[in-house]
């Protein structure tokens, strides 16, 4: 387990636990399905990656627990594939 995920600093980021590992657990999901990393990571973990983007700020759960990237209007087309869900909106399944 990383050390990050030991620190109360980054449940605290988040909301709790729960949201803790939600967030975690979708972000997985989208770079498994070929979103883009927001962050480099040396060894290419994927795990250190979105660690490293909630620790750096760079994505956080919205009131209706979705994976949101800030910086960006929520309807960016930037935004949608970096979290892969645009094929969805382009017809893929």
Known sequence: MLD???EE???????????????IQK???ALNTGARPLVEVRGGD???????EILQ????LDTSD?????GLP???VVRR???SDISADLGGE
Not at 16 to 22: A, M, Q, V
């Open 27 to 29: 972000r997985m999901v």
């Open 9 to 23: 600093a980054i449940i605290n980021k988040v909301g709790g636990r729960f949201k803790l590992s939600t967030l």
């Open 66 to 70: 979705q994976v949101q990237v800030r």
């Open 57 to 60: 700020d760079k994505i956080y």
């Open 74 to 76: 929520a309807n960016d």
């Open 4 to 6: 990050e995920l030991k």
């Open 81 to 83: 594939a970096m979290l």
């Open 46 to 52: 994927k795990l250190a990656i979105v660690i490293q």
